[in-house]
């Protein structure tokens, strides 16, 4: 089990390096992607679903805010809070980075036999699951 975990976290790096645009923290590219299937959300709600503490999550708001990846507004539901959206420049980072990251990953499935490739990739849906929890 502990092989998986390694491995994963270096195939993970790994195409994070491969995409030199941006070069956004993990959680900064998690809450991007989070706002990119449901936006706007709070930002105790990327907290929980990153998951990380809400200090985390603002500070990766935050972070991606100054560089016009989001904007905070008032949430209409509760004036004491604000809700995160995506922008446009966001949703254009994260078409960019997931476009080099999924170039460097087919390069490397090119690398593989066919069955091995066919195996890693039918794996998505059910890591994706396992990211959910």
Not at 14 to 21: G, K, Y
Not at 96 to 107: G, P, V
Request: with cysteine; charged share 25%; glycine share 6%.
């Amino acid at each position: 089990m502990r092989d998986l975990v390694v491995s994963l976290h270096r195939l993970l790096r790994s195409l994070h390096r491969a995409a030199p645009v941006g070069r956004l923290q993990p959680t900064q590219l998690i809450v991007l992607s989070l706002l990119y299937e449901n936006s706007p959300a709070r930002i105790g709600e990327l907290a929980a679903k990153v998951p990380c503490s809400q200090p985390t999550a603002t500070a990766a708001v935050a972070a991606l805010e100054h560089r016009g990846l989001v904007r905070r507004e008032p949430d209409p539901t509760d004036g004491r809070a604000s809700s995160v959206r995506l922008t446009e420049q966001g949703t254009g980072t994260l078409s960019e980075l997931a476009r080099d990251e999924a170039e460097d990953l087919a390069a490397r499935l090119a690398a593989l036999d066919a069955d091995e490739a066919r195996a890693v990739v039918a794996l998505a849906p059910v890591l994706r699951r396992l990211a959910e929890g």
